[in-house]
């Protein structure tokens, strides 16, 4: 049983395509996360999101939203791919931003190759 | 910037050894400081973590050291194991207000045999 989890596993596009990972949980979490892992395994937070708010890293491009169909699903939506976009994605989510208990689970991954 | 700093970025270590991964922060506003592992291929997966009200945390071989005065914390894993052999991460976060973790830039440990 797959508490976060993400598909595609891997992902292999052309520049300029737009493109979609997407994200659930069945943890009952509030909160969902995405994070960005480059070649060199710097993990880099893009978004934090809750039915409430939307916090983005200010250092992510607007070619990057997420979009949340309910709290279980956060989606990273990716326009007009680049070359430095290719990375690993990881989703994870928390049980509440601001509780006592914020451990935050990880998914597997999503592996994203631009060509 | 980065807002975390993890050293070193590789350690081996011999079986039944201890390991050693520091980690500091300039954030005062930091109030929540996990470790995570990563193995080849997978999700980060938390360890162990530590709030600032304490200055030690154990969990089996794994213990968290920290000083707030000094704004560092360390993992420390005893009795190291081959199977330990993964990638560290350090982070922090403002859990009271986003919980955005802030990660290290890893730490590689090798556990040879």
């Known amino acids: 049983d797959t508490a976060v989890s993400q598909t595609p596993k891997y992902l292999v596009t052309q520049m300029g395509n737009d493109k979609s990972i997407k994200c659930e949980q069945n943890l009952g979490h509030d909160t969902m996360y995405w994070y960005k892992q480059d070649s060199k395994k710097f993990l880099k937070i893009m978004f934090s999101?809750?039915?409430?708010?939307?916090?983005i890293n200010e250092t992510v491009p607007n070619r990057f939203s997420p979009k949340s169909p309910d709290k279980a699903h956060l989606n990273l939506h990716i326009n007009s791919l680049e070359l430095g976009d290719s990375a690993v994605y990881f989703c994870?989510?928390?049980?509440?931003?601001?509780?006592?208990?914020?451990?935050?689970?990880f998914g597997p991954g999503t592996r994203l190759t631009v060509l | 910037q980065q807002q975390v700093k993890q050293s070193p970025q590789s350690l081996i270590v011999q079986k039944g050894g201890i390991s050693i991964i520091n980690c500091a922060y300039e954030?005062?506003?930091?109030?929540?400081f996990p470790w995570y592992q990563q193995f080849p291929g997978k999700g980060p997966a938390l360890l162990i973590a530590?709030?600032?009200?304490?200055s030690e945390k154990k969990e089996g071989r794994f213990t968290i050291s920290f000083n707030k005065s000094a704004k560092q914390f360390s993992l420390h894993i005893m009795d190291s194991q081959p199977g330990d052999s993964a990638t560290y991460f350090c982070a922090a976060s403002v859990a009271s207000g986003a919980n955005n973790l802030f990660f290290g830039t890893g730490t590689r440990l090798t556990v040879i045999p």
């Open positions: 994870a989510s928390s049980p509440e931003r601001g509780a006592v208990t914020d451990t935050q689970y």
């Open positions: 530590i709030r600032p009200d304490v």
């Open positions: 954030n005062t506003a930091f109030d929540y």
């Open positions: 999101y809750n039915n409430k708010e939307l916090i």
